[in-house]
């Protein structure tokens, strides 16, 4: 059977930040529920949302800016990326998953920006919220000419917050020998900061 989409921490690949999270939780120490999603790809891919966007942004980079233009194309890109849909059998293999849990962080894997949710469907919103600020103004100009950026994983962990624990960091980079930042909600590792992938 093929994956739904959104997997348990425990079977995610290990890269990144996930890495550093499976191994921590290899290491006996509490990591916040967390699953991740490697949805992005499939949903820009199947709402055409590259051919869409590039043609919002068509014209706004030239020799300079023109900043009305830039403007009224990222409101649209967002309202496009906001307004498409999930497979169906995504969208419920999403709710199935994170069913009963709650509130939830989502986020980039390796980033600090999230979004909140308090109960699954709510989530599923989130996530889309989380792919549409790729195309605000601030975030479209600081990767220019890049308009498209690489997919990548979403963590959804269930957490209402995330605050720096100095003992779990100590623990931490005591068990890799390195510097690392933990961030956790209730005792529970929710992300790592690591200059070596997180």
């Known amino acids: ?13 290990a890269e990144g930040e996930v890495a550093l999270l ?3 939780q ?4 509490p990591v916040a529920p967390t699953w991740v999603v490697d949805l992005e790809e499939e949903f ?3 709402n055409n949302l590259k051919e869409r ?17 830039l403007l009224l194309a990222a409101e649209e890109a967002v309202r496009a990326v906001k307004e498409s849909y999930l497979l ?3 969208a419920e293999a999403f709710l ?9 962080l989502l986020r980039y894997a390796g980033k600090g920006a999230l979004e909140r949710a308090a109960a699954p469907k709510e989530a599923l919103f989130a996530l889309k919220r989380l792919y549409s600020e790729k195309f605000r103004v601030e975030a479209v ?4 000419p890049l308009l498209i950026p690489p997919f990548a994983p979403v963590l959804v962990q269930e957490a209402e917050a995330a605050t720096e624990d100095p003992f779990l960091s100590l623990d931490l980079s005591r068990a890799l020998g390195q510097e690392a930042v933990v961030y956790a909600w209730q005792g529970q590792v929710v992300r790592i900061e690591s200059p070596y992938g997180g």
């Open 1 to 13: 059977m093929a994956e739904p989409g959104i997997i348990p921490l425990e079977r995610a690949p």
């Open 22 to 24: 499976k191994r921590f």
């Open 26 to 29: 290899a290491l006996g120490l």
């Open 44 to 46: 820009f891919r199947l």
């Open 53 to 69: 966007l590039e043609g919002l942004f068509r014209g706004v980079f030239g020799v300079r800016i023109d900043e009305e233009r």
């Open 88 to 90: 169906p059998e995504r």
């Open 96 to 104: 199935e998953a994170l069913k009963g849990r709650g509130p939830f």
């Open 141 to 144: 100009l600081q990767r220019h």
